[in-house]
């Protein structure tokens, strides 16, 4: 018996910017749209985008490619492949990068600028927990190394960095704070997890993107982990309660909760509040 969709659920859903309806060609063109005429009024040349082998990237891509094909600026379409070492589904990537068609595809290793980053720390003296809150502290590295290569990039190419980030990992801030969340633009935000899958279907991606279970794939200690295990949360779930369809108390409870713990991730930095 699912939960009664509550205010709250209503709430947070609109404050994701989801809606009622979904029309996969409607919103296919707004959000070219939307990438067509931030190069217009930033004057940007490129649009850089790290690619991963997921549909998130995969859709993202899709659009980059249409809206630099539109634009009247000769910008360019610029795909980073951004791996730890060895990438687990670099086949899948490869698959992304010959369907997104970017007009140039840069590789980044990562791996020595993290472990770089974590031996200095370490050189430091500081001490963890354990060898798990270690490994988490190297992701969520590993996570925002990857915005450092493509900030680089984009500034050398006077491109904008975009970013993949889509309703259901806002909701519950399953993303890296200054990593794959520090980005200029995200054309998928709003939209739930089957309504980016649906969006790249309609797109022409090939069917074991559109399908493939999603990893973050920053855990050293578990290699490939999915999304749902870490969340211990099913995308179906997530995006039931965003598109305001009940849902068990149970998930109700735990999504606002992780909404609720996770504000910060979504927020402008804090200020203080200066009375004058």
Request: proline residues 4%.
């Amino acid at each position: 018996m699912g939960h009664a969709v509550s205010a709250e659920q209503r709430r947070i859903a609109t404050e994701l910017g989801v809606s009622a309806g979904f029309d996969p060609e409607q919103e296919a063109q707004q959000r070219t749209t939307f990438l067509s005429e931030l190069l217009a009024s930033s004057g940007a040349k490129a649009l850089v985008l790290g690619i991963s082998g997921g549909i998130d990237s995969a859709v993202t891509g899709m659009l980059c490619r249409q809206a630099t094909r539109q634009s009247t600026g000769a910008a360019r379409f610029v795909a980073v492949r951004l791996p730890y070492g060895t990438q687990l589904d670099d086949a899948d990537a490869r698959d992304v990068l010959r369907v997104v068609d970017a007009d140039e595809v840069l590789t980044v290793d990562v791996r020595p600028a993290a472990d770089a980053a974590l031996g200095a720390v370490d050189d430091a003296r500081l001490t963890f927990a354990s060898t798990a809150v270690r490994d988490f502290v190297l992701g969520n590295i590993k996570a925002r190394q990857r915005m450092v290569a493509q900030y680089a990039i984009a500034g050398a190419t006077a491109g904008l960095v975009i970013g993949t980030d889509h309703a259901a990992e806002a909701i519950t801030g399953f993303f890296t704070k200054y990593g794959d969340g520090g980005v200029d633009a995200n054309p998928l935000s709003g939209l739930t997890k089957r309504r980016v899958r649906a969006l790249g279907a309609h797109l022409g991606l090939p069917s074991h993107i559109v399908n493939k279970v999603p990893t973050a794939d920053l855990e050293s200690l578990r290699p490939g982990r999915s999304d749902e295990d870490a969340l211990g949360l099913s995308y179906e779930q997530i995006d039931d309660f965003l598109e305001c369809v009940p849902v068990t108390a149970e998930v109700h409870d735990r999504l606002c909760a992780l909404y609720a713990a996770t504000a910060h991730k979504r927020a402008t930095p804090l200020v203080p509040e200066v009375t004058r």
